[in-house]
């Protein structure tokens, strides 16, 4: 994932979360904004519920993993919220989870996804 492509101030993300309606998909819960910018970006949030620092940032890398090996439509932020039960998920079933909700959202670039 680029720095270009991340969301971090506070402000936007209380925006994102305030104006938006949240889309729940097993452990994960992801509000999603349409803009006008012709780019897209990424806020990831981890709770310290999760566990501890090292849990945490792990979590994020695998996030941010996930996240940069797809393409994705323009136009939009996408604040994407762990839940507890990420915990008992090894990588395999977090990236197959997080790409399920993806298409479900229709933010992924190509195929029938697509908008037109």
Same mark, same amino acid.
Request: charged fraction near 35%.
């Given at each position: 994932? !680029?720095?270009?492509? /991340?969301?971090?101030?506070?402000?936007? &993300? $209380?925006?994102?979360i305030k104006n938006n !309606?949240? &889309?729940?998909?097993?452990?994960? /819960?992801?509000?999603?904004?349409?803009?006008?910018?012709? $780019?897209?970006? &990424?806020g990831i949030? /981890?709770?310290?519920?999760?566990? $501890?620092? /090292?849990v945490r940032n792990?979590?994020?890398r695998q996030l941010r993993s996930i996240i940069s090996k797809n393409d994705?439509? $323009?136009? &939009?932020n996408c604040i994407i919220i762990l839940g507890k039960g990420i915990l008992a998920k090894n990588y395999q079933q977090m990236d197959n989870n997080l790409q399920d909700a993806f298409k479900?959202?229709?933010?992924l670039l190509g195929g029938a996804n697509?908008?037109?």
């Open positions: 994932m !680029k720095k270009k492509n /991340v969301l971090k101030n506070n402000r936007d &993300f $209380n925006r994102i !309606k949240p &889309f729940k998909y097993k452990d994960y /819960v992801i509000y999603l904004e349409r803009i006008e910018d012709s $780019n897209y970006h &990424f949030s /981890v709770s310290k519920k999760l566990g $501890n620092a /090292v792990k979590l994020k994705y439509q $323009n136009n &939009f479900k959202l229709n933010i697509e908008e037109k």
